[in-house]
């Protein structure tokens, strides 16, 4: 059985995956708010695949997009001992202008994606697999 943590999951995307892939026999592990580490998963969770999703819903569009989307994202990586995948959801407003957004999402984005560029490098050779999806 294939384990899948998805950061993000209670709504949007994150939400979307859960049941269908429950359903297929995975076991899905939705991260509750504000998880700071991975350290707790089980002694049985040994391999997994780790999906982030996480959106900041808040007011003060600037820190909080950054703590959730960055900060956030770089401690969980580095404490995903265990993970054989990582996919980081990004937006195509990592590249172009979606004037429906603020520009912390927009940076935020795109440094997301720098982000998965860098794992890859330094986490591949470990066995890592690390993408973003665009």
């Known amino acids: ?12 995307i ?4 859960d049941a269908p892939l429950t359903q297929r026999g995975h076991r899905v592990i939705q991260l509750a708010r504000r998880t700071q580490s991975l350290d707790w998963l089980t002694p049985d969770v040994s391999e997994f695949s780790l999906l982030f999703c996480q959106r900041y ?7 909080g997009e950054f703590i959730a989307s960055l900060t956030r994202t770089k401690k969980l990586m ?13 937006s195509v407003a990592a590249v172009s202008v979606e ?14 994606v720098e982000m998965a560029k860098y794992y890859a490098v ?3 050779p470990k066995g890592v697999r690390v993408n973003a999806i665009i």
């Open 1 to 12: 059985m294939s384990h899948l943590v998805i950061v993000g999951g209670s709504s949007g």
């Open 14 to 17: 994150g939400r979307d995956i």
């Open 57 to 63: 819903r808040g007011t003060d569009d600037w820190d």
């Open 78 to 90: 580095e404490s995903a001992r265990g993970a054989r995948s990582i996919v980081i959801m990004a």
């Open 99 to 112: 004037e429906e957004q603020p520009v912390s999402y927009h940076a935020c984005k795109a440094a997301l």
């Open 122 to 124: 330094t986490l591949g």
